[in-house]
């Protein structure tokens, strides 16, 4: 599907920038922070938040479609073989991709996929109404799981650990790991986004309207209870960070930023409705039979967002060391951990130069991703859909 491409290259963009970000910025501080924070600071951080749950319900979505094509058997041996190669990615390739150290990763977005593509191979053998009420569930009941602390959970905690908490995990065999993406609710997002893929098979018009409905729709949801604050966002951020609960600031650019700052790991309901509201809305005006004039980069970013996600953290920690030793910055810990290490005093620079960069990586990526695309039109051979 064009649409389904150009949307995914686009956040795949956006995400690129969240990523440069981090590797350039000279703020010491999370851009949510609400005390410290100005509008474009935050809306660079703000609009990446549509990067994880998307990847997860594209990913649903294209599953379907996958599948609609194939066997169950198929499909369920394509979902659990990907996820497991996916967490090997994130434990290797991946991982050293962001600290330049080898070993080493953590419990990251890919990782995440990865698992949620494990359960999906056993999901999709249920009924497809019995997985739309496993997704609608997850995601709008998943709040509720907050209060479950995994110390609850004695020796099992680090399982729950894995499900729905955010931070530092031991692991047994006294293993200690960093969880930023736990599953729940996120294999619900993917689940969901295997249903949305049935949406695909009916004629464009009346794919349209589903989908501008049920982005309306959740827009009004999420509007209705960011505003009342009666469900669906903890009182405060898990991280320190998000700010709970909604209420009027003594500025307007205050207020607005308040309003939009929901919580992320997990994602709560209200940050699911944000996201994944309007993208819904942008999926129905995008889709078309053709790639439009000036999307074109786009869609080829879309056609290969694996092959995009591993070389965009090579080429942007790369463009960071060589900035770095032009410039005269300190650039050892950009070879020995990178951003999770210190960021070394007086590191970075400001919101241009990190667009600057963004543009800069983008374009590096333009050509190999075109090739790669290209090749993967051309042959059909088993391992290129990993990629």
């Known amino acids: 599907m064009v649409s389904l491409d150009i949307f995914r290259g686009l956040i795949m963009v956006v995400m690129a920038l969240d990523h440069t970000r981090d590797f350039f910025t000279n703020v010491p501080f999370e851009p949510e922070t609400l005390a410290k924070t100005w509008p474009a ?3 660079t951080r703000w609009i990446t938040h549509f990067c994880a749950p998307m990847f997860f319900l594209l990913a649903g979505t294209g599953a379907y479609l996958y599948g609609h094509r194939r066997t169950p ?7 659990w073989t990907r996820g497991v190669w996916l967490i090997v990615l994130e434990f290797t390739i991946v991982g050293t991709a962001w600290s330049f ?3 080493f990763g953590f419990f990251g977005v890919i990782w995440a996929l990865g698992a949620s593509m494990i359960l999906m191979a056993a999901i999709v053998r249920l009924p497809m109404g019995w997985i739309a009420a496993f997704a609608a569930t997850m995601i709008f009941f998943h709040d509720l799981l ?3 602390r995994p110390s609850q959970f004695g020796a099992l905690a680090w399982l729950w650990d894995l499900l729905h908490n955010r931070g530092g995990v031991l692991l047994p065999f006294g293993v200690r790991q960093f969880v930023l993406f736990p599953l729940i609710p996120l294999v619900g997002v993917m689940a969901a986004g295997y249903v949305l893929g049935s949406l695909y098979t009916l004629d464009r018009e009346h794919r349209k309207q589903w989908l501008t409905r049920l982005g309306i729709g959740m827009i009004a949801l999420f509007v209705a209870l960011r505003l009342t604050n009666l469900y669906g966002n903890p009182v405060a951020g898990p991280d320190g960070v998000s700010q709970g609960d909604f209420h009027l600031q003594p500025t307007l650019s205050k207020t607005i930023i308040l309003f939009l700052d929901v919580e992320k790991y997990p994602p709560s309901l ?4 944000m996201t994944i509201g309007p993208s819904l809305l942008l999926l ?3 889709d078309r039979d053709s790639v439009p004039s000036g999307l074109s980069a786009l869609w080829t970013f879309g056609r290969v967002p694996m092959f995009f996600y591993i070389l965009h953290l090579y080429v942007i920690h790369t463009l960071a060391i060589v900035v770095s030793a032009a410039r005269g910055q300190p650039l050892h810990w950009l070879l020995h951990g990178g951003i999770f290490g210190e960021t070394p005093p007086g590191y970075g620079y400001g919101l241009p130069f990190v667009y600057l960069m963004l543009t800069t990586a983008v374009l590096l990526l333009y050509l190999p991703c075109r090739w790669f ?5 051309e042959r059909r051979d088993w391992w290129l859909s990993y990629l």
């Not at 058997?73 to 979902?79: I, K, P, S, V, Y």
């Not at 209200?270 to 409705?273: A, D, E, R, V």
């Not at 695309?373 to 039109?377: G, H, I, N, P």
């Open 41 to 43: 600071l935050f809306f």
């Open 73 to 79: 058997n198929e499909l369920t041996r394509f979902l």
């Open 101 to 103: 150290q080898i070993p």
């Open 146 to 148: 907050d209060r479950v």
């Open 270 to 273: 209200q940050f699911l409705l």
């Open 284 to 286: 129905a005006w995008l």
């Open 373 to 377: 695309a290209e090749l993967k039109r």
